[in-house]
């Protein structure tokens, strides 16, 4: 159930996707341009925090840890490891969204190049810090908690 905040939020997301587009439009931007920054935004909202400025990872692994000591880590695993799938999917957007605009020109396609980029450079590392979470849970939980507070975790590194 949403809140009113998070109906709020995504008002005004909606808001500035309009805006947005608009803006790019009047700019020149060219319907291919137009038609991948749509498809961007809808993948930066597929992200786990839908942000460009966060990457989610320790509300991830925080989230994980309080989840495995309410139930068993076996029965946490399965969760985890459809999350993965759907991460690897989303990457794989990311990776043929950046590919489909690499010859783009014109108006605003250079930002949107940087964004493409910026956005599966996340996916990417979404993917690591995932597959970190279950290696590193499978050894036990005691293991995660030191990486997590030694900043040993691959998202700790960027």
């Given at each position: 159930m949403h809140t009113s905040s998070q109906k709020i939020a995504t008002i005004i997301g909606h808001e500035r996707m309009k805006s947005q587009w608009r803006?790019?439009?009047?700019?020149?931007?060219?319907?291919?341009?137009?038609?991948?920054?749509?498809?961007?935004?809808?993948?930066?909202?597929s992200t786990y925090t839908g942000s460009c400025t966060n990457t989610g990872c320790q509300e991830c692994v925080i989230a994980v840890l309080q989840e495995v000591d309410s139930i068993e880590w076996d029965r946490v695993r399965p969760h985890l490891e459809e999350e993965l799938v759907e991460v690897q999917a989303l990457a794989k957007d990311a990776e043929a969204l950046m590919c489909s605009v690499t010859d783009l020109e014109g108006p605003c396609s250079g930002k949107l190049k940087i964004e493409c980029t910026r956005l599966l450079c996340r996916t990417q590392l979404w993917v690591a810090a995932e597959e970190e979470i279950i290696c590193l849970m499978d050894q036990g939980q005691e293991v995660l908690d030191d990486a997590l507070y030694q900043d040993k975790l691959v998202w700790q590194s960027e």
């Open positions: 803006w790019q439009k009047n700019q020149g931007a060219h319907e291919a341009t137009l038609i991948a920054y749509e498809t961007l935004d809808s993948l930066w909202a």
